[in-house]
Nanobody
Framework: QVQLVDSGGGLVQAGGSLRLSCAAS????????MGWFRQAPGKEREFVAA????????NYADSVKGRFTISRDNAKNTVYLQMNSLKPEDTAVYYC?????????????????WGQGTQVSVSS
């Protein structure tokens, strides 16, 4: 079993920055991919970004390209999401997720483990 703990959310003004972290523990597969998803009130959970274990394949949703950066530290089993130039429409609960098959796909169904979520609120 894999446990994911995500953190780093908060309230920020439009144009500001936040960095989210997600620490994995337990029986962590050696080649898993990590992703970030978000869910705004009344909306479905949507893909934000993902990265393979090697860091060689990174995917972003079009809505965050150029503003968000995903990275990982395999020695710490931690993945980060640096969010810059935040907009009010980025307001959501952000979840990290692990895909044990390591594809970094945007497909939510591929992810086996989930963090508890961290709230990001962006004021205008």
């Amino acid at each position: 079993q894999v446990q994911l703990v995500d953190s780093g959310g908060g309230l920020v003004q439009a144009g500001g920055s936040l960095r989210l972290s997600c620490a994995a523990s337990g029986r962590v597969p050696g080649t898993y991919a990590m992703g970030w998803f978000r869910q705004a009130p009344g909306k479905e959970r949507e893909f934000v970004a993902a990265v393979r274990w090697t860091g060689s394949n990174i995917n972003y949703a079009d809505s965050v390209k150029g503003r968000f950066t995903i990275s990982r530290d395999n020695a710490k089993n931690t993945v980060y999401l640096q969010m810059n130039s935040l907009k009010p429409e980025d307001t959501a609960v952000y979840y990290c997720a692990a895909d044990q098959w390591g594809s970094a796909t945007p497909d939510i169904k591929a992810y086996d483990y989930w963090g508890q979520g961290t709230q990001v609120s962006v004021s205008s």
